[in-house]
């Protein structure tokens, strides 16, 4: 069965400092990847995916992902935040564009 | 991508009823989800909804609780029955438009007292 593990449920920065937000996920077959936001009180909206090809994503805001099949990871980055990067972020993943299993979130709160 | 509209966006109701929640998408796709975000919670899959089959539910979610209806290919319902506070959540639907990516609506936030 799959699962996703996000590894920090919070994760507190400063205004421009770079951010890591750790996802690492198991399953038995090949899996898409993808990381959601959710800002306060709205839905979820699409920052990047991974579906095959370059194992390093690009996603909107500046976000990137990169996917490590090896280490089952697929770990999000951005060289300096924004107060406008805080809201809750979800890694999730998929076999083959079915149901998605989601990780449990991990809060982000960028401090000026 | 799609663009989906959820109907209410919030509601509050009294133990004991039943709220019936409309999911429109602007295009036909084949696959439909809905799912539950309890507060502080990730998002849980309840059930999958696609058009000219009965919905298939995940372990936990029975259809007499969450009944789905889905009668063409841009619109579907999910009805919350029975409702006990235990059931305020956000309720989202989603869709896979192709490509293997899902796009979410915007969600319903019930609150049942």
């Known amino acids: 069965a799959q699962s996703v593990t996000q590894l920090d449920s919070q994760v507190p920065v400063f205004e421009e400092a770079p951010v890591e937000l750790r996802c690492n996920y198991s399953?038995?077959?090949?899996?898409?990847l993808f990381w959601y936001v959710q800002y306060p009180n709205q839905g979820l909206q699409l920052l990047l995916k991974?579906?095959?090809?370059?194992?390093l994503v690009k996603g909107i805001n500046g976000f990137e992902a990169e996917f490590n099949k090896s280490q089952t990871s697929f770990h999000l980055r951005k060289p300096s935040v924004h107060i406008s990067d805080t809201a809750e972020y979800f890694c999730?993943?998929?076999?083959?564009?079915?149901?998605?299993?989601f990780g449990q979130g991990t809060e982000l709160s960028v401090k000026p | 991508s799609a663009v989906i509209s959820q109907k209410p966006s919030r509601d509050i109701c009294q133990r004991g009823t039943s709220l019936t929640i409309q999911c429109q998408v602007d295009?036909?796709?084949?696959?439909m989800f809905w799912y539950r975000q309890q507060p502080g919670q990730s998002l849980t899959l309840i059930a999958t909804a696609n058009q000219g089959s009965e919905a298939t539910y995940e372990s936990g979610f029975v259809i007499d609780k969450f009944p789905i209806s889905r009668p063409n290919l841009t619109f579907s319902t999910l009805t919350v029955s029975n409702m006990s506070p235990e059931d305020s959540s956000i309720y989202l639907c989603s869709v896979v438009p192709g490509g293997g990516t899902q796009y979410f609506g915007p969600g319903t936030r019930l609150l049942v007292l």
């Open positions: 991974y579906l095959s090809g370059s194992t």
């Open positions: 295009s036909q796709v084949t696959m």
């Open positions: 399953s038995s077959v090949s899996v898409y």
């Open positions: 999730a993943v998929s076999e083959e564009g079915g149901k998605l299993i």
